[in-house]
């Protein structure tokens, strides 16, 4: 077959998968023998779908072909043969044996005999060579991945796993390039030509009016091929070529929206709406300009509305198009949306902005809350380049600057971006600082350009070309909008107008005309031209907050969204002639936390974090056409970008990382780089062994290049408003926020008889014991998971620290926490133990005290001696700090900065310590005994305590004044003043408080009132010991003295299931004193897995069973709200909890 006609066929598949023949599209993949689609091969696989993975492979290779070949259909063989006895289905699984294994004796009769003797046993894991195979998903996977290196290595495959480059519809585009060759050729060309069927060439029939035709000419008819995507479902009744452009309405410049150009890409965040400058005004501005001819730099300014005008009423001539419609609705497949994860980033700190380049689709650039920058090759997996912040020359920045470096050296990206060329990128500082970057593809920097530009925060930069040479768009916190040449740093416009710092900006141009358009924290929407003359727009933005801005990418449609105070998010599409919302879309979210970030790809989707999630929304559709939460661990409204081809997606995650999303075309995209980066090592990595037992290892051997799983960790999200001068957006969420705001009821009403959940045998859930070869009689005071996820840390009465690390295998790819796998209780090698300091006292009796920081490379720890900070990989004591008396009895780091913690103390006071500088900033009293509680709130800013006083007190974290205290209400059952150890932790959405003390649990509101409480009778009556929020915000653990263990719902309190202790550890029990768990942890992002560290120094990991997801029943609920809950909790086994007392 010729090269054309090659190319020819993927012409036609790339038609038929644009037209959703999926079927056709692979039976022709196979036939021709061009094109081996990985993705439609994994899905098959994965699919169990046999005979069709082999009918597929027979277009490219046979058994015999090779080595490689050989290898790949015996592994598919036989995990063919195993599946069959795993289901003991003896008979299949001799039929496979004999037809589809026994082909392979030949070449290995010691390994067919070992195969077949596999048949004699119950279950074949009694193969020592089998024994770690899982189930089938996990062994179907696994597999792939070997059958995946093989494919890529054998040479049968060569030049077959990439499809070729070629823009979009491209068979279309060709189809309309001949009908506007043939109709030009046509005698009697008509200006509307009616072209009904692509059989026969092209003919416009001759005037039957006497009319003379008009002449045929070359330039205006063939007009511009169709974008890729602009073509309607082609069908028997959907072919209507050569229809004709409609001209816009002389009307539409009012709007400035005809005949647009393609946007700067300026990122999601990057274009405004120029719509929205009200028509009467615009058109005046237009025919007289308020800029002086002889204002500098403003020849570009200068076009005349004659000259649109005339342009306009000139209109379009008509275009020959094989497209239905005039504007046809988007053409779309969910498949075209990034989806599947392909890649995990740990960048280490909070990352607050990230961009794409617009010319390497793989590369990524991300900033960080504490001023770091990197940039990360997604294809290779390398972060190419990592800069840390400083100023570059100190000497010519403002006083003003110097004095707040001085007063806190603290800063953050607020934002990050590429120039549209690539060359250059620039980052905005939360302080005063903007730096601008040259980059090389090598990851080479140079620091061409620092400009100190802004009092205050930097909270945005876009790029522009109003002069043709490129120019750099700034706001900030000083209310202002500046424009700096990126050549020289040096100023030339600044717009003065808003009344609140401004929070994004946002240039485009469309004809001669450049503008930008702003947005500030009081929700007004500002446009400015390049002439200092002041704003021509004063719009209220959808929410009356932040908002930010975004074209399509061919620059024709523009969208905002944004969140008000009040957590209400709007995502909206602009009507650009008249200024005015065209369509509101849905699916928020009725109380978001934070701004919730949104991008758009393709002409076709927006994307926006909201819930955990990804949500996806057909540009024509108000209703959400999709999710993802990208296999967990996202923020609540987590950052998000695509890159420009919309192939890939990156997305911050809750443990300071990034996932990259990608969909088919990403996935190869990644692939191609991937092998490159992997190309000297393959043919060693590859080579197959012909012994006898190599086949069934390779097929179990260990996994590789898995990603970690994301934790749910309760640090910064997503894009916080800037840190300085931006004291009225406290009521924004900066925190890992949990975008979920339980909607609590105080009415009481029956409800429905509901069964309880009570667990009292092992075989009803799954539980591990933890291994631990010292047995010690000392309890476990404090427990935790670490933030990935893949590791428990307890720190016993006795002051030493144990951490259990779970490891990557073929039982367990993730690596994370697990009832089924074992882990290991890890030690460095060097054999020391992490041991806190103890006074002379029995540190028995201490109050033990334990954080971790983000990143899980250190932990802070006291055991009534001083504060210790350990290295977790050495275990190495780094420091330690705050020699008792009084000893620290709880530690918690400050959210926005790592280096400030709150040390609550066994005096009753709080110390708010600096560790950097080894400093108490500050004491607060109000407590009258030691402290045993500490919770930060940063939408709130606020920190709240608790301690043995049974007292709560909220501290505002600006200045550490006291702003409320309350003491928690006893039971109607207990007489006597409440005292004793009361914990508070804060729910996701920031908001609201769990309260927990022996004696109840409570639910309290950011004023500290009491909204909801619960109490031990019934089924649970023993004293409470501890209790958490599972890491989705829906369900609290509580643990009790008597060992049991209460599953409630989070909203409501209503308790859902219970465990007793011998379900989870066993009807033998050698302690001679009571057992129950002390401490209580829940899995960053497992939400119904807890860790229990009990009074026999024991720690126990629970789930629930395979048969049962989730802990129990949710209570009912009637018309979508909150039961309502009965105030006699004898009436109702559902354990209800009670309204506040009176």
Request: charged fraction near 20%; glycine fraction near 6%.
């Amino acid at each position: 077959m010729s090269s054309l006609s090659r190319e020819l066929v993927f012409l036609i598949l790339q038609f038929l998968d644009e037209e959703k023949f999926k079927e056709t599209v692979h039976k022709l993949e196979q036939e021709s023998g061009f094109y081996f689609n990985m993705k439609h091969f994994e899905d098959l696989v994965q699919a169990g779908e046999w005979d069709e993975v082999e009918r597929y492979l027979g277009g490219f290779t046979k058994v015999e072909d090779n080595r490689y070949s050989m290898k790949i259909f015996f592994e598919i063989r036989k995990q063919k043969y195993l599946e069959a006895l795993d289901r003991h289905d003896r008979a299949k699984a001799v039929e496979i044996l004999v037809k589809d294994l026994k082909v392979f004796a030949s070449f290995n009769e010691e390994l067919f005999k070992e195969i077949t003797q596999l048949l004699t046993l119950e279950n074949f894991r009694q193969n020592e060579q089998l024994s770690k195979y899982g189930d089938t998903k996990s062994a179907r996977n696994i597999m792939l991945l070997e059958l995946k290196k093989l494919i890529e290595a054998n040479p049968l495959f060569r030049d077959k796993l990439t499809f070729p480059p070629f823009k979009a519809s491209r068979l279309r585009t060709l189809i309309n390039q001949s009908l506007n060759w043939q109709h030009q050729l046509c005698k009697n060309p008509r200006p509307n030509p009616d072209i009904k069927t692509l059989f026969t060439d092209h003919s416009c029939a001759a005037p039957t009016n006497g009319a003379r035709a008009p002449p045929p000419t070359n330039g205006p008819l063939v007009g511009a091929i169709p974008k890729s995507g602009a073509f309607p479902p082609m069908g028997a009744h959907s072919i209507q070529p050569f229809q004709p452009v409609v001209s816009p309405p002389a009307s539409a410049i009012a709007g400035w929206m005809t005949n647009a150009n393609p946007p700067l890409p300026h990122a999601a965040m990057a274009q405004g709406p120029p719509g929205l400058v009200q028509p009467p005004n615009t058109a005046a501005f237009l025919k007289h300009p308020r800029t002086p001819t002889s204002a500098p730099g403003m020849d570009y300014q200068t076009a005349d509305s004659e000259h649109l005008m005339k342009r306009m009423r000139m209109g379009q001539m008509d275009e020959v198009s094989f497209s239905g419609a005039t504007h046809p609705p988007n053409i779309y497949s969910q498949d075209d949306i990034p989806k599947s994860v392909v890649r995990t980033f740990s960048q280490g700190s909070n990352i607050m902005s990230l961009d794409f380049h617009p010319v390497h689709q793989t590369i990524l650039l991300v900033g960080t809350n504490v001023g770091d920058i990197a940039i990360w090759e997604v294809g290779s997996r390398e972060r190419i380049v990592h800069r840390t912040f400083k100023v570059w020359d100190i000497g010519t920045c403002s006083m003003a600057l110097q004095a707040a470096l001085l007063k806190d050296a603290t800063i953050s990206v607020n934002r990050c971006l590429w120039s549209p060329d690539g060359s250059i990128f620039g980052i905005a500082f939360s302080k005063h600082i903007v730096q601008i970057y040259a980059f090389n593809i090598n990851g080479e920097l140079r620091q061409p350009l620092e400009i100190d530009a802004h009092v205050g925060g930097v909270n945005d930069i876009a790029f522009s070309h109003p002069n043709k040479s490129l120019s750099i768009i700034t706001c900030g916190d000083d209310k202002t909008i500046k424009v700096w040449d990126a050549t020289t740093g040096q100023k030339q416009y600044t717009f003065e107008g808003h009344d609140a710092p401004v929070y994004s900006v946002c240039p485009h141009y469309k004809e001669s005309i450049q503008f930008i358009f702003s947005t500030a924290i009081d929700g007004k929407i500002k446009a400015w031209l390049y002439d200092c003359m002041g704003s021509r727009v004063d719009y209220d933005a959808p929410g009356r907050w932040c908002t930010t801005m975004a074209y399509s990418a061919d620059g024709t449609r523009l969208f905002s969204c944004g969140t008000s105070k009040d957590g209400e998010s709007h995502l909206v599409e602009w009507n650009e002639t008249e200024g005015a919302i065209k369509r509101t879309y849905s699916g928020f979210r009725k109380r978001s936390l934070g701004v919730v970030q949104f991008d758009t790809t393709k002409n076709r989707f927006l994307a926006a974090g909201d819930e955990f999630m990804i949500k996806f929304w057909d540009m024509d559709n108000i209703n959400i056409l999709t999710t993802t939460d990208a296999d967990g661990g996202l923020l609540a409204s987590p950052r998000l970008r695509f890159n420009r081809e919309g192939s890939l997606l990156a997305v911050t995650t809750s443990d300071n990382g990034i996932k990259i999303l990608a969909n088919a075309d990403g996935q190869r995209l990644v692939r191609v780089l991937e092998s490159r980066a992997f190309e000297g090592t393959r043919v060693t990595s590859q080579q197959i062994n012909a012994n006898v037992k190599a086949p069934i290892v390779n097929a179990l051997g260990a996994v590789s290049n898995v990603s970690s799983p994301i934790a749910a960790t309760p640090e910064l999200t997503d894009r916080t408003l800037p840190v300085v001068s931006m004291s009225t957006l406290a009521a924004m969420d900066n925190s890992r926020a949990a975008d979920i705001k339980p909607k609590i009821s105080d009415d009481s009403e029956k409800i429905k008889c509901w069964k309880l959940a009570d667990i009292v045998d092992s075989a009803h859930l799954k539980a591990l014991r933890l291994p631990d070869p010292v047995t010690a009689s000392s309890k476990v005071v404090r427990l935790l998971y670490t933030n990935s996820g893949l590791a428990v840390l307890a720190l016993s009465s006795n002051a030493i620290h144990k951490l259990w690390k779970w490891t990557r295998n073929e039982r367990n790819p993730s690596g994370k926490s697990t009832t089924s796998v074992t882990p290991q209780l890890w030690q460095p090698a060097n054999g020391i133990l992490m041991t806190n300091e103890t006074s002379d006292n029995n540190p028995e009796e201490a109050t033990a005290c334990i954080a971790l920081s983000k990143n899980d490379s250190y932990v802070m720890s006291a055991s009534g001696g001083k504060v210790s900070l350990f290295n977790m990989m050495t275990f190495k004591v780094m420091t330690t700090f705050t020699a008792p008396p009084p000893a620290a009895t709880f530690l918690a780091f400050h959210p926005q900065d790592n280096n400030i913690i709150a040390i609550g103390m066994e005096d009753s006071s709080i110390q708010i310590y600096n560790v950097r500088v080894d400093e108490v900033k500050t004491k607060l009293k109000g407590h009258q005994k030691k402290i045993t509680g500490l919770a930060f709130s940063q939408s709130l800013t606020v920190l709240v305590s608790s301690g043995a006083d049974a007292q709560l007190c909220m501290w505002s974290i600006d200045g550490w004044d006291k702003k409320k205290s309350r003491f928690i209400q006893a039971p109607a059952s207990r007489t006597a003043p409440l005292v004793g150890d009361t914990k508070v932790q804060f729910h996701n959405d920031q908001t609201h408080l769990l309260v927990v003390h022996e004696s109840q649990l409570a639910i309290y509101d950011s004023k500290l009132e009491c909204l909801r409480s619960w109490s031990p009778r019934d089924a649970l009556p023993a004293p409470i010991s501890s209790a958490v929020y599972s890491c989705d915000g829906l369900l609290v653990y509580a643990g009790f003295c008597d060992g049991a263990v209460g599953v409630f719902e989070a909203d409501s309190l209503r308790l859902r299931c219970r465990i007793a202790l011998t379900a989870y550890i066993g009807s033998s029990i050698s302690s001679s004193g009571p057992v129950y768990p002390m401490v209580i942890a829940a899995h960053p992002s497992e939400p119904n897995q807890i860790a229990l560290g009990m009074s026999d120094g024991a720690v126990h990991v629970v789930e629930p069973s395979d048969a049962d997801s989730k802990w129990g029943a949710a209570p009912p609920q009637e018309n979508g709200s909150l039961p309502r809950i009965t105030s006699n909790p004898a009436s109702s086994n559902s354990q209800a909890s009670e309204p506040p007392p009176r």
